[in-house]
């Protein structure tokens, strides 16, 4: 029988790095063979067990990424924009499919994981969870059936560490609202209002953030109309959903051909 697939985790440490390590070692279905985390990060040089506080696990975090990734078939990697776009050369390099989990993307980013993705294989999502995939079907259909008579508000709640606004999911959704209306996002998109604002513009796409505490992510797609509100609602309460949808994404990328890939590719809606 081959070996099971080899994955690297990048931000070991960090409140995704933890979750995924646990569920690639429970999965049954990869191995963990290497961590990485920034130059500096009280981590490094550490066994990744020991670090999460249990028993070693023959692991050590690096600050290498590229000693690391030259092991590996995948990269699962929820970091930051500038590390993931570091991380998505040194992946295609190493020809490791590259999981990127990272929010707060932008332009320049974007063009170098694209990049990369003429290479290797690249799995990108603002959510790596089953129910949003979900929804944001759901909140294209609806978009679709309703005309702009019907305010579109998106609205957000993390927990207060999280440092980008509005939230990888909330853009998606925002994003398929515009789709389902047939509008561009980046013209119709309106986002944290205050002081004299006006009236709302007809056809305008709202966002609004909340952060505070240890919110996992939750997310509503508000469909506003005279007399009536239709409200699609998400709500995570354990970050083993990404954890799990991204490691499912690292195994569906074994063997696909070099190219740019979302979660709705994985799992086929
Ligand atoms: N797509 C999805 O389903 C999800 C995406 N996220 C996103 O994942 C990212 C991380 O989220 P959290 O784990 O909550 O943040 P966190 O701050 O707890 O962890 C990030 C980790 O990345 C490490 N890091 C940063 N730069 C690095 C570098 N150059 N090299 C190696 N490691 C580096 C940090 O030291 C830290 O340990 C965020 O962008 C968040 O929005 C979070 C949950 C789900
Ligand atoms: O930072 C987080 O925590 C999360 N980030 C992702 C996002 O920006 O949408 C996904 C999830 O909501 C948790």
Redesign the pocket.
Known sequence: MSELPGIVI????????Q?LVKTVLASGKARLVGC????G?P?VGLDVGQAMGGAALGVTVT?D?LEAFAKAQAVID??????TA??AALAAQARAVHV?????LEAEHHARIDAAARHAVVVQ?????LG?NLLVGLTRKVAQALDADWDVEVIEA??R????AP???ALMLGQAAAEGRGVSLQEARVSGRDGITGARERGTIGFSAIRGGDIV?EHDVLFAGDGERIILRHVATD?G??AR??LRAALWGQGQKPGRYDMMDVLGL
């Open positions: 990048t931000g070991a440490s960090g409140r995704m790095g979750m990485v985390e920034r130059a990060n981590w600050d990424p929820f970091t930051a924009p500038a590390a570091e991380f990127i989990g990272t929010t707060g999502a603002g959510n790596m969870g949003i993390h927990h560490m999280k440092v980008d939230s990888g999911t992510g970050r959903i990404f949808g991204a």
